[in-house]
């Protein structure tokens, strides 16, 4: 299985191209959901194409169908009950990701940001997440989704400050509804739509799409987060009354 990887990520296109299209050969659907729901509440999944896999998905949404169905091949089918189904799947597989971030950092707290770095474990990326909820508060969890690494490390800051379960509970259904959704449906009516009008395929196209949507998606936020001119308190009246 490694050599096979390792053949497989060595042999022509970009690497995040190669790792989906390895994920879709070989684990497929399954596969899929682990991958979401590891970025989306484990510390080990913050590497993670996410945004990526899932555009991939849309446009290889013929061979997770079949696959679901226990149908051979990848051929394209009209968008239906099998279509909804995964989609409904991956959307739960995000939102356990996140319930289980939360939980692990509402009981481990402060604990979190005394540990030292490890290959695993980045405080930076922490401290980045904690710093991008203090801006947006209740809507990190929301926005975070369309975030790389944020959105592993969002849901964790949220249970470390103790952010309201019922609150937490509905921005990450919605973020969740809102980033499976919007990609997956994205990837597969764009390849339907190519593949009909010009006789084309997405499917060796799928690094260069996916970095121009996070690009778009993430620059404008990220600009304002660590770039943008931040208000700087006025002095405290040091002056004491006799």
Do not use: C
């Amino acid at each position: 299985m490694e050599s096979l990887l390792h053949i497989h990520l060595l042999d022509g296109g970009g690497f995040i191209q190669r790792f989906i299209s390895w994920i879709i050969d070989n684990g497929g659907l399954y596969f899929l959901l682990f991958v979401i729901f590891a970025e989306t509440g484990l510390f080990v999944g913050f590497f993670l194409p996410g945004d990526s896999l899932l555009f991939a998905a849309g446009i290889f949404m013929g061979r997770l169908v079949n696959e679901l169905a226990g149908l051979p091949g990848d051929t394209q089918h009209p968008f239906g009950f099998y279509h909804v189904l995964i989609i409904l799947m991956v959307i739960i597989a995000s939102v356990i990701g996140n319930m289980v971030g939360y939980w692990f950092g509402y009981k481990t707290g402060p604990l979190l940001f005394e540990r030292r770095d490890t290959w695993i474990f980045k405080k930076k990326h922490l401290i980045r997440a904690k710093d991008f909820y203090d801006h947006y508060g209740k809507a990190t969890i929301f926005l975070a989704k369309f975030l790389p690494i944020i959105r592993t490390f969002a849901p964790i800051v949220a249970g470390i400050v103790r952010m309201s379960k019922p609150h937490f509970i509905f921005y990450n259904i919605a973020g969740s509804i809102a980033w499976v959704s919007s990609m997956m449906l994205g990837g597969f009516f764009l390849q339907t739509w190519v593949e009909n009008k010009f006789g084309l395929s997405l499917k060796d196209h799928i690094e260069a799409i996916t970095i121009v949507i996070i690009l778009v998606t993430t620059l404008p936020v990220l600009y304002k987060l660590f770039f943008a001119k931040k208000q700087v308190p006025p002095p405290a009246d040091t002056n004491v009354n006799p």
